[in-house]
């Protein structure tokens, strides 16, 4: 499972290369090293799982995140291709697809009376943050057997969030 991860709000016109690279880095090229030097023995062996954790934000944009929604779109293209190159060999390549989750990562951005916070709160049709938990079960799907013929999706686990362009709730 690939998991890294860092995310760096900054509007691109402002972004200096460096951080640009430092995103793109630990979100894209980390997985495709640990996949390429773990791949090697799944293909002896003729079986294995490789789940990358990709974003709701490989779908949607947003402002002053830009280097983490190239990465997270690039990782949920290089899922799509490891499993295109890699079923031959009975190895699934999938990803998750977290919303907006309840972590350290967005700790500054869940601070009651943030206007965010409240936005999240209200276009989400869970009507919350996503606790961490709640993503064990989308893993456990995808490491086991009951997965052996999906290969190369994205499992969106974000609260319904990506099914509606709705209004926030309480409107009509």
């Known amino acids: 499972m690939n998991n890294a991860g860092i995310i760096k709000r900054t509007p691109l016109v402002d972004m200096e290369l460096e951080d640009w690279q430092e995103v793109i880095d630990v979100d894209l090229t980390s997985p495709f090293i640990v996949s390429q030097a773990v791949v090697k023995g799944m293909m002896e062996r003729r079986q294995g799982k490789i789940i990358n954790v990709c974003s709701m934000m490989s779908e949607l944009g947003r402002q002053n995140v830009g280097a983490y929604a190239a990465a997270k779109g690039g990782l949920k293209m290089l899922t799509k291709n490891m499993a295109t190159e890699w079923a031959k060999f009975n190895i699934q390549v999938n990803g ?8 350290s990562q967005t700790a500054p951005l869940r601070v009651e009376g943030n206007a965010f916070n409240e936005f999240i709160i ?5 009507g919350k943050w996503g606790d961490p938990d709640e993503l064990g079960g989308a893993t456990v ?6 997965s052996d013929f999906v290969n190369g999706q994205i499992l969106y686990v974000d609260g319904g969030i990506l099914a509606t362009i709705g209004k926030p709730h309480g409107e009509g």
């Open 96 to 103: 998750i697809g977290p919303g907006y989750f309840a972590t």
């Open 122 to 126: 209200n276009r989400t049709p869970a």
């Open 141 to 146: 799907f995808l490491a086991s057997r009951a």
